[in-house]
């Protein structure tokens, strides 16, 4: 996994770098709108339209217009359910289910499975239903004494009605909205234990770390009963990045690799990375400086004679560390145009038309063809990812992810998918974002291995 996330903060840095003066269309159009509609009749099975997709997209207080591209709707709505639902095994499973009684369920409800495109609106749908059918447990009061008494075996001192409401009250949730106790203990999920040997394994840092952390922020450990508790509060402490919770299947799907183009890559990049000198780590370092300088631009028209001269530099050195032999062409209509780096820098938009990137080793060995759409690139995308590296050198804070809660109830399963994206986001600026993040995490790992190994 961490190879996987050293993999990809190289892949990052050099789709960042490098089509960096090409910007993008500003909306989605009716007719890829509709491509995308056709696309998903043809997987659901039946016809399935735009007014279907504004439909689905109200549910979440969202609409259209808020998408730049048919990748960042498509990455919002998430799968397609197919025609013959081959692809709802999970939900079967977790909900232990069947087709027959998955129909029964929605019947229940004056639903049924063709009134469902995504497979995430009819998981919630699901979920919603299978609690609502659940009646409350008459000796809820009862049962909540026995599992204070079990908890507070555990935690080493008394957990009281009172610990539970606070608890709960940090996800905006109460007493109440539980049916069992069962459903109760899920939800606060691990208690700390009296010893607090599980401290380590949930923060990925020792005992005594977390400790000093709480101590130098005036948190005392006494106050907690659930890990997940004690975590949001050390949260604004503790810089996360976990390897973990980088979605490598979405990045692939970005750039169109496939599993076997990501081993080739792995291999190349970790063996250089193995072997990097002092003086090449250097050249890393000095890359991000260089990155943060740029001032802001949108395309290269803005730029002048020496800041394309220093874009077309950092690129080469870039090149030049991982050793990669790289080759441009133009994808458009299903026809593909071999394309300089000349040409590539002159560009100032990609309109219905790809970037393709053919990355080979110094012999010649294909690596990996990268797909790049026109998705706004600019200074933010080069200064941002620079600005990663050089926080990343300086900062050295453990990191974790933070546990986020919800409970299924009539007042939130229409807005489950969570909060709508942020009118002036862009498909590029979020994945850009995330491409930092992973940067930072890979240039970690990538310093912290060679730490370990000089003072071995």
């Given at each position: 996994?961490?190879k996987?996330?050293?993999?990809?903060?190289?892949?990052?840095?050099?789709?960042?770098?490098?089509?960096?003066?090409?910007?993008a269309q500003?909306?989605?159009?009716?007719k890829?709108?509709?491509?995308?509609?056709?696309?998903?009749?043809?997987?659901?099975?039946?016809?399935?339209t735009?007014?279907?997709?504004?439909?689905?997209?109200?549910?979440?207080?969202?609409?259209?217009?808020?998408?730049?591209?048919?990748?960042?709707?498509?990455?919002?709505?998430?799968?397609?359910?197919?025609?013959d639902?081959?692809?709802?095994?999970?939900?079967?499973?977790?909900?232990?289910?069947d087709?027959?009684?998955?129909?029964?369920?929605?019947?229940?409800?004056?639903?049924?499975?063709?009134?469902y495109?995504?497979?995430?609106?009819?998981?919630?749908?699901?979920?919603?239903?299978i609690?609502e059918k659940?009646?409350?447990?008459p000796?809820f009061?009862?049962?909540?004494?026995?599992?204070?008494k079990e908890?507070s075996?555990?935690?080493g001192?008394?957990?009281?009605?009172?610990?539970i409401?606070?608890?709960?009250?940090l996800?905006?949730?109460t007493?109440?909205?539980?049916?069992?106790?069962?459903r109760?203990?899920?939800?606060?999920?691990?208690?700390?234990?009296?010893?607090?040997?599980?401290?380590?394994?949930?923060f990925?840092?020792?005992?005594?770390?977390?400790?000093?952390?709480?101590?130098?922020?005036?948190?005392?450990?006494?106050?907690?009963?659930?890990?997940?508790?004690?975590g949001?509060?050390?949260?604004?402490?503790?810089e996360?990045?976990?390897?973990?919770?980088?979605?490598?299947?979405?990045?692939?799907?970005?750039?169109?690799?496939?599993?076997?183009?990501?081993?080739?890559?792995?291999?190349?990049?970790?063996?250089?990375?193995e072997n990097?000198?002092?003086e090449?780590?250097?050249?890393?370092?000095?890359?991000?400086?260089?990155?943060?300088?740029f001032?802001e631009?949108?395309?290269a028209?803005?730029?002048?004679?020496?800041?394309?001269?220093?874009?077309?530099?950092?690129?080469?050195?870039?090149?030049?560390i991982?050793?990669?032999?790289?080759?441009?062409?133009?994808?458009?209509?299903?026809?593909?145009?071999?394309?300089?780096?000349?040409?590539l820098?002159?560009?100032?938009?990609?309109?219905?038309?790809?970037?393709?990137?053919?990355?080979?080793?110094?012999?010649?060995?294909?690596?990996?063809?990268?797909?790049?759409?026109g998705?706004?690139?600019?200074?933010?995308?080069?200064?941002?990812?620079g600005?990663?590296?050089?926080?990343?050198?300086?900062?050295?804070?453990q990191?974790?992810?933070?546990?986020?809660?919800?409970?299924?109830?009539?007042?939130?399963?229409?807005?489950?998918?969570?909060?709508?994206?942020?009118e002036?986001?862009?498909?590029?600026?979020?994945?850009?974002l995330?491409?930092?993040?992973?940067?930072l995490?890979?240039?970690?790992i990538?310093?912290?291995?060679?730490?370990?190994?000089?003072?071995?």
């Amino acid at each position: 996994m961490k190879k996987l996330a050293l993999f990809f903060c190289i892949i990052i840095l050099f789709s960042a770098v490098l089509p960096s003066t090409i910007s993008a269309q500003t909306s989605i159009t009716e007719k890829e709108l509709e491509r995308f509609a056709s696309q998903i009749s043809q997987q659901r099975g039946f016809t399935v339209t735009i007014e279907d997709l504004e439909y689905n997209l109200a549910i979440y207080d969202a609409n259209l217009q808020e998408f730049e591209t048919i990748n960042e709707l498509e990455q919002f709505l998430g799968e397609v359910i197919k025609r013959d639902g081959s692809n709802l095994d999970l939900i079967y499973e977790y909900y232990e289910l069947d087709s027959d009684s998955l129909e029964a369920l929605l019947n229940e409800f004056g639903e049924s499975l063709d009134d469902y495109i995504f497979i995430y609106d009819l998981e919630s749908a699901v979920d919603f239903y299978i609690e609502e059918k659940i009646e409350r447990d008459p000796y809820f009061d009862e049962n909540l004494e026995i599992y204070l008494k079990e908890v507070s075996a555990i935690r080493g001192f008394t957990v009281t009605r009172e610990h539970i409401e606070h608890s709960l009250s940090l996800y905006e949730t109460t007493l109440e909205e539980f049916k069992t106790i069962e459903r109760l203990s899920d939800f606060l999920a691990e208690v700390i234990k009296k010893d607090l040997s599980n401290l380590s394994a949930y923060f990925d840092m020792s005992k005594n770390d977390v400790l000093q952390l709480m101590k130098d922020n005036g948190l005392d450990i006494n106050d907690y009963v659930y890990l997940d508790d004690l975590g949001i509060d050390l949260y604004e402490f503790i810089e996360w990045d976990d390897e973990y919770s980088i979605d490598f299947d979405y990045l692939m799907k970005t750039y169109d690799l496939t599993d076997e183009e990501l081993l080739r890559l792995e291999e190349h990049i970790g063996n250089i990375l193995e072997n990097a000198s002092d003086e090449t780590i250097e050249r890393i370092w000095n890359l991000a400086d260089r990155m943060m300088a740029f001032e802001e631009f949108d395309t290269a028209t803005e730029l002048t004679a020496s800041q394309i001269a220093e874009l077309v530099s950092i690129y080469h050195e870039f090149v030049s560390i991982f050793e990669f032999d790289i080759e441009f062409s133009l994808i458009k209509d299903g026809i593909e145009e071999p394309l300089s780096l000349n040409a590539l820098m002159s560009m100032t938009e990609l309109v219905n038309a790809d970037l393709k990137i053919s990355i080979y080793n110094l012999q010649g060995t294909f690596l990996a063809d990268l797909i790049i759409t026109g998705e706004m690139v600019s200074s933010e995308t080069i200064n941002g990812t620079g600005g990663a590296i050089k926080t990343k050198q300086t900062e050295s804070k453990q990191t974790f992810e933070p546990v986020q809660k919800k409970v299924e109830s009539e007042a939130t399963t229409s807005t489950v998918k969570g909060a709508k994206l942020p009118e002036t986001a862009s498909s590029y600026v979020a994945n850009s974002l995330f491409g930092i993040a992973t940067l930072l995490i890979g240039t970690l790992i990538f310093i912290r291995a060679r730490k370990v190994t000089s003072e071995k």
